[in-house]
């Protein structure tokens, strides 16, 4: 079993830039491809941003242009460059393959808040 431990979130101010990282346990990483997820207090779990296993990456239209989604293999980590945070991307983040088929990790919580 996969486990996924997320990390880099914290408290900024709109405007704002953090990066998170996601790191995963065992030898298969490098065959999946990876998503950011993000859950927001009463509101359910989405997709915001996917990379495959050769590096192509699709994003959400909320977030299309300010974060960006890169991977390396060989250190089993997946990252969550956001910028220009607003307050509506406050959410706690998870990461997990694109099709959501590990268990879920404890997330990283970001507060966008002035």
């Known amino acids: 079993q996969v486990q996924l431990v997320e990390s880099g979130g914290g408290l900024v101010q709109p405007g704002g830039s953090l990066r998170l990282s996601c790191t995963a346990s065992?030898?298969?990483?490098?065959?999946?491809?990876m998503g950011w997820y993000r859950q927001a207090p009463g509101k359910q779990r989405e997709l915001v941003a996917t990379?495959?296993?050769?590096?192509?990456?699709n994003y959400a239209d909320s977030v299309k242009g300010r974060f960006t989604i890169s991977r390396d293999n060989a250190k089993n980590s997946v990252y969550l460059q956001m910028n220009s945070l607003k307050p509506e991307d406050t959410a706690v983040y998870y990461c997990?393959?694109?099709?959501?088929?590990w268990g879920w990790g404890q997330g990283t919580q970001v507060t966008v808040s002035p």
């Open positions: 997990n393959s694109a099709r959501a088929i």
């Open positions: 990379i495959t296993s050769g590096g192509s990456t």
């Open positions: 065992g030898s298969i990483f490098s065959f999946y491809g």
